[in-house]
């Protein structure tokens, strides 16, 4: 590893990864005593010296420093010692008058402005007023986005939720993000409800207030001044770090073109602009007599650099991101006007040491682990052809080659994250980067800055240069349409776990070691690697092609419902997709239904099973049915006028997917041993969606789960009394009618299907009440076990066709 990198082993590797260590330690035991860790890591320390790496005594001590403040200050996050005002002690959904200060830029969506509030007043009613301290996330309703300023303090009157996770098998977990970011609840309140408490403002509040109304002024002056939408975004983007304008689709563009660092101000965008204003003013001081005679021109500029870079990150909103960028940056500059001899991986690693040891929560934000994958594999990659004496003697040649190898490299570097928290790979994104990077990075960037000086005083000329911006802009989106266009452009993999993305990792450390002439130790970890993956990818395969048991998820979609049956035979049917209704921009399929199928090494579906055409069971499927194969839809007759059916049929017909509508009587999908029995539904009854729910039994052996969707007491007697199917409606487990709504599970019903356990699919706190206190009550005096994903998180049922075991996520 020596030779890798030229300059001998870096002192400051051991330190960051002691302190890694200690971060990861206090993530997965935030309750372990300090000092018990603490004697841990000394014995750990000393053992790696003694045997394998050998440290020096001030190395050592540093890193066991390290390591225990990373323990310490993730624990500290993760197990506070909460005391009684503290804001997430009333995050319970009760309804709170709140007092508080705006403490974020805004963020503007078309229907709605969100904002961080920093709580210090809690009333109730019959409750005497608490002071609190802790941020909540908090949704403001109105077409007017001028209403409320950083630094107000603000009153209202709302429901204060916790942050909640979706809770299923390898699920995000939000909740821990968010209590990285210190936010603790979140508020939903129309503008009109909002009142400004009057107050002095003082000098910090008064500039941030006037960065904030200068950034909104400059992304109403583009948006409103460019015909491309799209291209007006960006550009807001690239300048202000303002994302929300950016449609879903647009990003995922750039995601399958390899490009979408592109759209969030990071290291890319900070290093340009650091460029450019450091040539400006060294080209300035230069003309200086004192500077050039002094010859500290250079390190003058470099420190002046500073300056407007750090306001680039305020004006930008400051965030995790673009503060860690600032930080890399930073000290890779003063770095490099040290003018001394410097290892460039011991920069990276006093990079990532000052950022972990400011915020330890940033090692599992992504795009901290992205920058650091892709600059890692930057530096080690050219090291490397500097080694081989890879470099090519012509000047235009090595600087075109140059920039296809930074593409490369951090292509390599983060491929494995990208696999694990995208589950895309694009095999396009040399081409992309090689147009967009000075395009969108070198051109309209620096463009866009001019227009942000110049638009308050001379509208016209920055008219003409935001519509030069939109011509390049529109050139960039069509060049990546075109290049994405192509079957072969980009590919959905399933996603990386983590002792995979550690053998990849392992397998290119034995390239690197190989080209660098330790061809055994290199032939070693390749051989090691390929092998290790070898054995998962078979184990993993024979899994699934030779299951011995049925696996059905109810999956945990909030107020909805959605599922997944994964057959003894391999076979992959997905039942609903959950969802949320038409106007709510938070998709199901994409954050939740589709990375869970993904974790599950599932990109193609052998069925989808719509039960109804209603938003809650319907509108995560047009995710599945645009980023899986999927052979069949199965549906019933009925149609709906909304957006979401219409693109969901839309979609059968683009992917030639075909639809089965099963017919009025009872209908069986067939699977070798499994067998999906669909009951006849009731003849001539309207438009009631719900009653007209597709019901089914899925039956292996001796095992049997009812899907009921959302019937009615209707529905549900004119099951119970038809003469069906041989085994009829008694199930050995029941998915509760309509989440357990009161006008469902009726007594004849429950009698029918006598099942051991009842699964109710329902939202959290949802607004119907459901399941209702009587329904419950009911299957308690049945004698039903009962589990809710609400309350459990996701059910996971498994079965050998005679007897079945029931895990949920959050009870085990």
Same mark, same amino acid.
Request: glycine share 8%; hydrophobic share 50%; proline share 4%.
């Given at each position: 590893?020596?030779?890798?990198?030229?300059?001998?082993?870096?002192?400051?590797?051991?330190?960051?990864?002691?302190? =890694?260590?200690?971060?990861?330690?206090?993530?997965?035991?935030?309750?372990?005593?300090?000092?018990?860790?603490?004697?841990?890591?000394?014995?750990?320390?000393?053992?790696?010296?003694?045997?394998?790496?050998?440290?020096?005594?001030?190395?050592?001590?540093?890193?066991? =420093?390290?390591?225990?403040?990373?323990?310490?200050?993730?624990?500290?996050?993760?197990?506070?010692?909460?005391?009684?005002?503290?804001?997430? #002690?009333?995050?319970?959904?009760?309804?709170?008058?709140?007092?508080? *200060?705006?403490?974020?830029?805004?963020?503007?969506?078309?229907?709605?402005?969100?904002?961080?509030?920093?709580?210090?007043?809690?009333?109730?009613?019959?409750?005497?007023?608490?002071?609190?301290?802790?941020?909540?996330?908090?949704?403001?309703?109105?077409?007017?986005?001028?209403?409320?300023?950083?630094?107000?303090?603000?009153?209202?009157?709302?429901?204060?939720?916790?942050?909640?996770?979706?809770?299923?098998?390898?699920?995000?977990?939000?909740?821990?993000?968010?209590?990285?970011?210190?936010?603790?609840?979140?508020?939903?309140?129309?503008?009109?409800?909002?009142?400004?408490?009057?107050?002095?403002?003082?000098?910090?509040?008064?500039?941030?207030?006037?960065?904030?109304?200068?950034?909104?002024?400059?992304?109403?002056?583009?948006?409103?001044?460019?015909?491309?939408?799209?291209?007006?975004?960006?550009?807001?983007?690239?300048?202000?770090?303002?994302? *929300?304008?950016?449609?879903?689709?647009?990003? @995922?563009?750039?995601?399958?073109?390899?490009?979408? $660092?592109?759209?969030?101000?990071?290291?890319?965008?900070?290093?340009?602009?650091?460029?450019?204003?450091?040539?400006?003013?060294?080209?300035?001081?230069?003309?200086?007599?004192?500077?050039?005679?002094?010859?500290?021109?250079?390190?003058?500029?470099?420190?002046?650099?500073?300056?407007?870079?750090?306001?680039?990150?305020?004006?930008?909103?400051?965030?995790?991101?673009?503060?860690?960028?600032?930080?890399?940056?930073? !000290?890779?500059? !003063?770095?490099?006007?040290?003018?001394?001899?410097?290892?460039?991986?011991?920069?990276?690693?006093?990079?990532?040491?000052?950022?972990?040891?400011?915020?330890?929560?940033?090692?599992?934000?992504?795009?901290?682990?992205?920058?650091?994958?892709?600059?890692?594999?930057?530096?080690? %990659?050219?090291?490397?052809?500097?080694?081989?004496?890879?470099?090519?003697?012509?000047?235009?040649?090595?600087?075109?080659?140059?920039?296809?190898?930074?593409?490369?490299?951090?292509?390599?570097?983060?491929?494995?994250?990208?696999?694990?928290?995208?589950?895309?790979?694009?095999?396009?994104?040399?081409?992309?980067?090689?147009?967009?990077?000075?395009?969108?990075?070198?051109?309209?960037?620096?463009?866009?800055?001019?227009?942000?000086?110049?638009?308050?005083?001379?509208?016209?000329?920055?008219?003409?240069?935001?519509?030069?911006?939109?011509?390049?802009?529109?050139?960039?989106?069509?060049?990546? #349409?075109?290049?994405?266009?192509?079957?072969?452009?980009?590919?959905? =993999?399933?996603?990386?776990?983590?002792?995979?993305?550690?053998?990849?990792?392992?397998?290119?450390?034995?390239?690197?070691?190989?080209?660098? $002439?330790?061809?055994?130790?290199?032939?070693?970890?390749?051989?090691?690697?390929?092998?290790?993956?070898?054995?998962?990818?078979?184990?993993?395969?024979?899994?699934?092609?030779? #299951?011995?048991?049925?696996?059905?998820?109810?999956?945990?979609?909030?107020?909805?419902?959605?599922?997944?049956?994964?057959?003894?035979?391999?076979?992959?049917?997905?039942?609903?997709?959950?969802?949320?209704?038409?106007?709510?921009?938070?998709?199901?399929?994409?954050?939740?239904?589709?990375?869970?199928?993904?974790?599950?090494?599932?990109?193609?579906? @052998?069925?989808?099973?719509?039960?109804?055409?209603?938003?809650?069971?319907?509108?995560?499927?047009?995710?599945?049915?645009?980023?899986?194969?999927?052979?069949?839809?199965?549906?019933?007759?009925?149609?709906?006028?909304?957006?979401?059916?219409?693109?969901?049929?839309?979609?059968?017909?683009?992917?030639?997917?075909?639809?089965? $509508?099963?017919?009025?009587?009872?209908?069986?999908?067939?699977?070798?041993?499994?067998?999906?029995?669909?009951?006849?539904?009731?003849?001539?009854?309207?438009?009631?969606?719900?009653?007209?729910?597709?019901?089914?039994?899925?039956?292996?052996?001796?095992?049997?789960?009812?899907?009921? %969707?959302? =019937?009615?007491?209707?529905?549900?007697?004119?099951?119970?009394?038809?003469?069906?199917?041989?085994?009829?409606?008694?199930?050995?487990?029941?998915?509760?009618?309509?989440?357990?709504?009161?006008?469902?599970?009726?007594?004849?019903?429950?009698?029918?299907?006598?099942?051991?356990?009842?699964?109710?699919?329902?939202?959290?706190?949802? #607004?119907? %009440?459901?399941?209702?206190?009587?329904?419950?009550?009911?299957?308690?005096?049945?004698?039903?076990?009962?589990?809710?994903?609400?309350?459990?998180?996701?059910?996971?049922?498994?079965?050998? %066709?005679?007897?079945?075991?029931?895990?949920?996520?959050?009870?085990?």
């Amino acid at each position: 590893m020596k030779k890798i990198l030229n300059f001998g082993f870096p002192p400051l590797i051991p330190v960051v990864l002691s302190l =890694i260590t200690g971060i990861l330690v206090g993530n997965r035991f935030p309750g372990l005593p300090l000092g018990a860790f603490a004697a841990v890591a000394l014995v750990f320390l000393v053992a790696v010296s003694r045997f394998f790496l050998k440290l020096k005594p001030l190395v050592m001590g540093i890193s066991f =420093i390290s390591m225990v403040w990373g323990f310490f200050s993730l624990a500290r996050i993760l197990n506070p010692d909460v005391s009684l005002d503290l804001v997430s #002690q009333l995050s319970n959904s009760s309804k709170y008058t709140i007092t508080g *200060e705006i403490v974020s830029f805004s963020k503007d969506y078309s229907r709605k402005k969100r904002v961080v509030i920093f709580c210090n007043r809690v009333e109730k009613k019959g409750m005497p007023p608490v002071n609190v301290h802790g941020r909540i996330i908090l949704n403001i309703y109105d077409k007017n986005k001028e209403l409320f300023q950083y630094g107000d303090l603000i009153q209202f009157t709302s429901y204060l939720k916790p942050i909640r996770n979706f809770s299923n098998p390898n699920g995000f977990d939000y909740e821990k993000l968010m209590k990285f970011s210190g936010v603790f609840g979140s508020a939903y309140v129309g503008a009109d409800k909002i009142r400004v408490i009057p107050r002095p403002i003082d000098f910090h509040i008064k500039i941030m207030r006037n960065l904030e109304q200068v950034r909104n002024r400059f992304f109403y002056f583009v948006m409103d001044g460019m015909e491309n939408r799209n291209a007006a975004a960006i550009l807001v983007a690239l300048v202000t770090g303002k994302k *929300e304008a950016i449609p879903l689709k647009l990003k @995922d563009l750039f995601s399958r073109a390899g490009t979408s $660092h592109l759209l969030a101000i990071s290291g890319l965008h900070l290093s340009i602009v650091a460029l450019g204003f450091f040539g400006l003013f060294y080209f300035l001081l230069a003309r200086v007599p004192m500077f050039l005679m002094k010859g500290i021109a250079k390190k003058t500029a470099g420190i002046l650099t500073l300056i407007p870079l750090c306001f680039y990150g305020v004006f930008s909103g400051f965030s995790p991101s673009t503060q860690r960028a600032f930080i890399m940056i930073s !000290i890779f500059m !003063i770095s490099f006007l040290s003018e001394k001899e410097n290892n460039p991986l011991n920069t990276l690693a006093l990079a990532a040491i000052v950022i972990l040891i400011y915020d330890s929560a940033a090692l599992f934000s992504i795009s901290f682990q992205l920058s650091f994958g892709a600059l890692l594999f930057i530096l080690i %990659g050219f090291s490397l052809i500097k080694i081989r004496g890879w470099i090519p003697k012509k000047k235009l040649i090595t600087i075109v080659t140059s920039a296809a190898l930074v593409t490369f490299f951090a292509g390599l570097g983060t491929f494995p994250l990208i696999a694990h928290y995208f589950n895309l790979i694009s095999y396009v994104q040399i081409l992309s980067n090689l147009v967009l990077v000075p395009l969108m990075g070198f051109i309209c960037l620096p463009l866009g800055f001019m227009v942000f000086l110049i638009f308050p005083i001379c509208p016209v000329p920055a008219e003409l240069l935001v519509n030069l911006c939109q011509g390049i802009l529109s050139f960039c989106i069509a060049y990546i #349409q075109f290049l994405t266009s192509f079957k072969l452009s980009w590919s959905r =993999i399933v996603a990386f776990d983590v002792p995979e993305m550690i053998l990849v990792y392992l397998f290119f450390a034995g390239v690197a070691l190989y080209i660098v $002439h330790q061809k055994k130790t290199g032939l070693v970890l390749v051989i090691l690697a390929v092998l290790a993956g070898s054995f998962s990818f078979t184990t993993g395969l024979k899994t699934k092609l030779f #299951q011995k048991k049925m696996i059905i998820t109810i999956l945990d979609v909030g107020q909805g419902n959605s599922a997944l049956i994964q057959t003894i035979e391999g076979k992959n049917i997905l039942v609903d997709g959950g969802g949320f209704s038409d106007r709510s921009s938070f998709d199901i399929g994409r954050y939740v239904v589709g990375p869970f199928l993904w974790s599950q090494k599932i990109f193609c579906l @052998d069925a989808v099973i719509l039960t109804h055409p209603e938003s809650d069971h319907m509108n995560g499927l047009l995710y599945i049915l645009e980023n899986f194969k999927v052979n069949l839809v199965v549906k019933n007759r009925d149609t709906a006028s909304s957006r979401a059916y219409k693109g969901l049929m839309a979609l059968c017909r683009e992917n030639t997917i075909r639809v089965w $509508h099963p017919s009025t009587g009872d209908t069986t999908l067939g699977f070798d041993r499994t067998r999906l029995i669909f009951f006849r539904d009731i003849p001539g009854s309207g438009q009631n969606l719900n009653n007209n729910s597709l019901v089914f039994q899925v039956r292996f052996n001796k095992f049997s789960l009812l899907f009921t %969707g959302d =019937i009615l007491n209707e529905r549900e007697m004119v099951l119970a009394r038809q003469n069906m199917y041989v085994h009829g409606l008694k199930s050995s487990l029941l998915i509760s009618p309509h989440h357990g709504s009161l006008t469902s599970s009726s007594k004849i019903f429950l009698d029918k299907v006598n099942p051991e356990s009842v699964i109710i699919s329902c939202g959290f706190g949802n #607004q119907y %009440g459901f399941p209702h206190p009587d329904v419950l009550k009911r299957y308690n005096n049945m004698g039903y076990g009962i589990f809710r994903t609400d309350i459990d998180g996701a059910v996971t049922i498994s079965s050998d %066709g005679i007897v079945y075991n029931i895990l949920t996520h959050k009870g085990g």
